[in-house]
């Protein structure tokens, strides 16, 4: 199975539990990054409107907060509007943690979350910067979406 359809997969098995469960688990003692990783090579915001190309990276608004030890595999994709782009952490639950902590403190309004413990993936949704944000979190892949409102 490919990184895409799996990750679909996962979204999809996340979100029904979710709508089962009614909530979610996890503490939230891991770190994050106040901004992006400075090994991210991160594109600058006067780069082109669109872009797959080898090595690019993500577009990340300022002051996201990554997991700790997040690397980015593969090129991001890119538009004026959206940013595709998916990255490795050393552990999912400790980054999915992270983010449930970070994202509001680097002032993100988290609208929806949810862990599965059993799947060892989870998913949030929140906005905020000008931007609507999706991640997906299985195993040790993340995968983020960021639509600019």
């Known amino acids: 199975m490919n990184r895409l359809t799996t990750a679909a997969a996962g979204v999809t098995i996340v979100a029904a539990l979710a709508a089962c ?44 907060p990554l997991p700790d030890g997040a690397q980015q595999q593969g090129a991001a994709t890119t538009s004026d509007t959206l940013t595709l782009a998916d990255y490795t952490v050393p552990d999912g639950k400790k980054a999915y943690d992270g983010l449930v902590t970070g994202l509001p403190g680097a002032g993100w309004t988290i609208s929806a979350k949810s862990w599965s413990d059993s799947l060892g993936s989870g998913t949030i949704t929140a906005s905020g910067n000008g931007t609507d944000v999706k991640l997906l979190v299985l195993d040790q892949d993340l995968s983020l979406s960021i639509k600019k409102s």
């Open 21 to 64: 469960a009614g909530g979610s688990t996890g503490s939230s003692d891991a770190t994050v990054q106040a901004s992006r990783p400075a090994s991210s090579g991160a594109a600058s915001p006067s780069s082109s409107s669109s872009s797959s190309a080898a090595g690019e990276a993500a577009k990340l608004p300022d002051g996201f």
